[in-house]
């Protein structure tokens, strides 16, 4: 959502989220109750880099770190101060 904000950013990545957990993937993988989870980091263009490939790099890492904090967390650059 360019132009948009933190808060529209974090209101797209939580609507992701949910769709991703609601999918029914027991028919494809024959495994009951298999859900998805997922973890996302999110840069917003330019408080957080001036070019594709910055936002990239200060994005990248923050998936990771919502998972080590116990996963299914939408992370900002600022949320690791």
């Known amino acids: 959502y360019p132009g948009k904000g933190r808060e529209a950013a974090r209101e797209a ?6 769709r991703l957990g609601a999918l029914d993937l027991e028919p494809l993988a024959k495994e009951p109750g ?7 980091g999110i840069a917003l ?5 001036a070019d594709a490939e910055s936002l ?4 990248a890492g923050l998936p990771l770190e919502a998972r ?14």
């Open 13 to 18: 990545a939580l609507a992701i989220q949910a």
């Open 34 to 40: 298999l859900r998805l989870r997922m973890s996302l």
């Open 45 to 49: 263009y330019p408080d957080h880099g």
């Open 56 to 59: 990239i790099k200060t994005s």
């Open 68 to 81: 080590s904090r116990g996963g299914s967390l939408v992370l900002f650059p600022e949320d690791l101060a």
